[in-house]
């Protein structure tokens, strides 16, 4: 049985306590514990914010044919993705249509180019990937319930 849970916040008291708008149906540990061996293994909860006030979402149709909305830049175009939330992304079974994807774009610094502080979530294959581009930023991405991989680097020498 998982004992993975989505609630919603209804609201914080400080930065570090939050008051939840429904109560939690299981009981959640939160410490760390070290093994006789010495490794430590981190119990705590892992929680993320998924709303954002800009959104990019496929259709409602989406779930249910598991093909959604996908970004993509190539061949030397620019991808700026930040602060926005991607849900309903990607396309399963169908090679290179990911939620937010650097598809052979060559060098990218950054400001050029980025995937930074984003909610990816409820996608139908891989929340990013990148292939074929070289110092495109990703980072402080969450990505949640997604199919297949969620941080993808194609080649490898990206």
Same mark, same amino acid.
């Given at each position: 049985e998982t004992t993975?849970? $989505?609630v919603e916040v209804d609201?914080?008291?400080d930065d570090h306590t939050v008051v939840l708008k429904t109560d939690l149906r299981h009981q959640h540990?939160? $410490?760390t514990r070290v093994t006789p061996g010495g490794t430590t293994i981190d119990m705590r909860a892992q929680i993320a914010l998924l709303s954002r006030n800009v959104i990019i979402q496929g259709d409602d149709q989406s779930a249910e044919q598991l093909f959604g909305m996908h970004t993509i830049a190539v061949h030397g175009g620019h991808l700026r993705v930040e602060n926005t939330e991607?849900?309903?992304c990607g396309q399963a079974r169908n090679l290179g249509r990911y939620c937010l994807h650097f598809h052979k774009s060559g060098y990218q610094p950054p400001p050029q180019s980025f995937i930074q502080s984003n909610s990816i979530h409820h996608g139908f294959q891989r929340? *990013? *990937?990148i292939h074929g581009t070289t110092h495109a930023l990703v980072q402080n991405n969450v990505a949640y319930k997604?199919?297949?991989h969620n941080f993808f680097i194609e080649d490898g020498d990206e």
């Open positions: 993975v849970e $989505e609201y914080l008291i540990v939160s $410490e991607v849900r309903n929340a *990013t *990937t997604i199919m297949g």
